[in-house]
């Protein structure tokens, strides 16, 4: 059975955001992740999992100037020292949480752009060197151009190409199947396909990004799917509930793990 991290950057949005841990732990959820917590002490980050009893799934590294809709600096020029700052950023808010895996976005930039390409590479090794040393793999997620139009990593088969390039065994591929869905399609040949390099993989229903419970993809079939391919690692539910949230867990229903 898939193990599924709450996404409390969406999910639980009717608590603060140090109060949504709980809010996951009580409705089943053994493992959560958000975009950033860079808000918040580490420490108290790290005090959240702990009392709740939560693994930390995944973060995102400092994206930037996000309230500018910056989303993401690795690719932009100009930019490599804050790239680099906001790798040992992240590196303490792993520290404190435990977690295993890190993503950082790419930044709006041409992907045809010769020098943006060659700096987002730049970017993605420095930054697996230094995850690499704490034991700590780096995700490179592709996301879909309507949702966020500019993005440079915008194509699954240029992530994964890279991630073959560079053969470093923690850069892993974050498979977001709400984008492949929107960006390609073909779902469940592609899990298939590129399971031996995804160290992440998320979910939202299709087009509306709500709960996984219909639209365009059949989510109990890709769970059990996930389960023949033998994958041990997160199922991140990176979706904007309809309503509330508690009252949207009908899907998680089956899967919910026991807790005392
Ligand atoms: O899919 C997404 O949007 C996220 O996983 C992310 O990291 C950037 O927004
Ligand atoms: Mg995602």
Redesign the pocket.
């Known amino acids: 059975m898939p193990r599924f991290a709450a996404n409390l950057s969406m999910m639980f949005n009717e608590w603060s955001f140090l109060d949504r841990f709980k809010a996951a732990a009580d409705a089943g959820f053994d493992a959560v992740e958000y975009?950033f917590p860079y808000e918040h002490a580490p420490e108290d980050v790290a005090r959240a999992l702990s009392d709740n009893g939560l693994t930390q799934a995944l973060f995102?590294c400092p994206p930037g100037d996000w309230g500018k809709g910056e989303?993401g600096i690795a690719a932009l020029a100009d930019r490599q020292e804050e790239f680099r700052e906001s790798i040992a950023t992240a590196l303490r808010y792993a520290e404190a949480t435990g977690v295993k895996r890190l993503?950082f976005?790419s930044g709006l930039a041409d992907p045809a752009d010769p020098v943006a390409a060659a700096r987002y590479r730049d970017a993605v090794a420095f930054a697996a060197d230094r995850l690499g040393e704490k034991g700590i793999d780096l995700m490179l997620?592709p996301?879909n151009g309507r949702?966020?139009p500019g993005y440079f990593l915008n194509d699954f088969g240029r992530a994964v190409a890279l991630i073959e390039a560079l053969g470093r065994p923690n850069v892993k591929l974050?498979f977001?199947i709400?984008?492949r869905q929107i960006m390609h399609g073909d779902v469940t040949m592609a899990l298939r396909a590129l399971l031996p390099v995804t160290g992440h993989i998320?979910i939202a229903s299709v087009p509306s990004r709500n709960e996984p419970d219909g639209e365009e993809l059949n989510y109990p079939f890709l769970f059990a799917e996930l389960d023949r391919l033998g994958y041990a690692g997160f199922v991140?539910c990176?979706y904007r509930p309809r309503g509330g949230t508690v009252e949207g867990l009908g899907w998680f229903a089956p899967y919910r793990a026991r807790r005392a």
């Open positions: 975009l995102n989303r993503h976005m997620e996301i949702d966020m974050q977001d709400y984008h998320q991140g990176e």
